[in-house]
């Protein structure tokens, strides 16, 4: 078993070229990361709104919100596709079979996984706390600094999740990003790819360093998560 994924990543090396290897690893690195970016930034504040408020709907936004945190991928290609072919909507924009498409792809797919669990991560804050931030004269932006920090925790874990949602991601890229070499071929469809061929090595090789680079984003991600509240108080 392990003599076959040595060779599997020697044929890939051999097979790809370094560099090419190297550019389809960092053009997956940072399509997803720009993605998760995006999606953090739209995501973060309107799940903060949507848990901090209250209003005759919300019940019904939050199961909007839930649900889009199983959107197929292959949905969310089509109706990308869709505004960005050259007949379509925004076809003008030139943006189909680009890294720019599969990054609006994936912030269309990252986004409701952060909305959601930034809801549920802030949900789960005691009330109080709110209440007792207001009542020494907080302002809403310092409470929900404050806020923030204390389900820090969480949304780091929503943070990973929605990096997670990306990087795996393979039916939207391929139908946004074309799978073209030097252009849009990540490792998620250069792995398909090599499957068509029946380059089963060349795979599992790709796999592996798929693996790999999802392993050290989130092991990064998680060595911050764990210098949390918990390990600041016991150096206390």
Known sequence: MVGSLVDGVQQ???GLGGADLVEITLLSLGVSGVATAISLLIGLPLGTWLALSRFRSRGLVVSVVNTGMALPPVVVGLFVAFLLWRSGPLGDLGLIYSPSAMVIAEVIIATPVILGLTVAALGQLDP???LQLMGLGASRWQTVWWLWRE???PLLAALMAGFGSV?????AAMMVGGNILHQTRVLTTAIVLEVGRGEFEKAVGLGIVLLAL???VNGILTWAQQRGPGRQDASR
């Open 128 to 130: 109080r706390l709110r």
């Open 12 to 14: 890939l090396v051999a």
């Open 151 to 153: 389900a820090r925790l």
């Open 214 to 216: 999802a392993f050290a």
């Open 167 to 171: 990087i795996s991601e393979v039916g």
